[in-house]
């Protein structure tokens, strides 16, 4: 997958006829739009899925990634606004969800938009504070290590490839450092209705965590527990881009 129309931090799928709705999906740290390659095929054809494609890897590997929230998402925030035009979701699983709330209250504040539903995937509400000493400074071995220790997800064939690995560790420290230098600002709650979505197997989250993004918002907060760990989004691929279809569908204002 790779951007589209001179964009190249939006990668649209394509769809039959023009959508009267989107969904933005942001990839976990590190991630790619080729996380949501297939989805398109578990939504009506009427919502298109528009993965955000961040500098710094897939086809942008050699531009500098953003290591700072504020600049990210300004940045987002810009190239997603042609595409505005309709009601839009917004989705990011584990960082990504923390970046799609940073969206969501920044276009709320600056185009005066806000989505018609929040997906907040594997991630704890932003105003909880990060429990785990940072990692993204260490030397990339240690770095290696402490990213398995904690979340697991880097394949086995990947970490037995050295050069592979060298290409998946700068994207993934500066990601990691963008979550380790965020800082959660209180403002007024969102009106959106959140859908979360959490692993059953995910040592590192609990229900209670899940539920605190019912803070951010004045809409109503669902909870969907999948099979699976921290990265169920590929584990389970399938059967969560059709629960997060359906809970689109349920949200999406009619008329």
């Known amino acids: 997958m790779t951007g589209t129309g001179g964009n190249p931090w939006l990668v649209p799928a394509e769809t039959p006829r023009p959508p009267r709705a989107r ?17 398109q095929e578990h939504f009506p054809a009427d919502i298109q899925v528009c993965a955000l494609n961040f500098p ?9 990634s953003l290591r700072r929230m504020d600049a990210l998402v300004a940045q987002a925030a810009d190239a997603m606004a042609p595409l505005l035009d309709t009601p ?39 105003q909880l504070p990060d429990p785990y000493p940072p990692l993204h400074h260490l030397p990339p ?12 997800g880097i394949p086995a ?17 500066a990601d990691l450092e963008l979550f380790e230098t965020y800082r959660y600002e209180a403002r007024p709650p969102l ?11 995910d040592h590192r989250l609990n229900e209670a965590q899940y539920r ?31 629960a997060v279809a359906r809970a689109c569908g349920d949200a999406l204002p009619r008329g």
């Open 212 to 242: 605190t993004w019912q803070e951010i918002t004045t809409g109503q907060l669902t909870l969907t527990m999948v099979p699976g760990g921290h990265f169920f989004i590929q584990e389970q691929g399938p059967q969560v881009a059709a």
């Open 191 to 201: 009106a959106c209705p959140v859908a979360v979505f959490g692993g059953t197997g």
């Open 157 to 173: 064939e990947i970490l037995a490839e050295p050069d592979l690995l060298a290409m998946l560790v700068p994207p993934l420290q």
């Open 23 to 39: 969904v933005f999906c942001i990839p976990f740290a590190g991630g790619s739009p080729v996380v949501f390659h297939s989805w």
């Open 141 to 152: 071995d240690q770095f290696i290590q402490g990213m398995q220790d904690r979340y697991g």
């Open 88 to 126: 839009f979701a917004v989705l990011g699983h584990s960082l990504g969800a923390l970046i799609g709330y940073e969206l969501a209250a920044h276009l709320r504040e600056q185009e005066q938009r806000e989505p018609f539903l929040l997906v907040a995937s594997a991630a704890r509400g932003p």
């Open 56 to 64: 710094g890897r897939g086809n942008r590997l050699g531009e500098p």
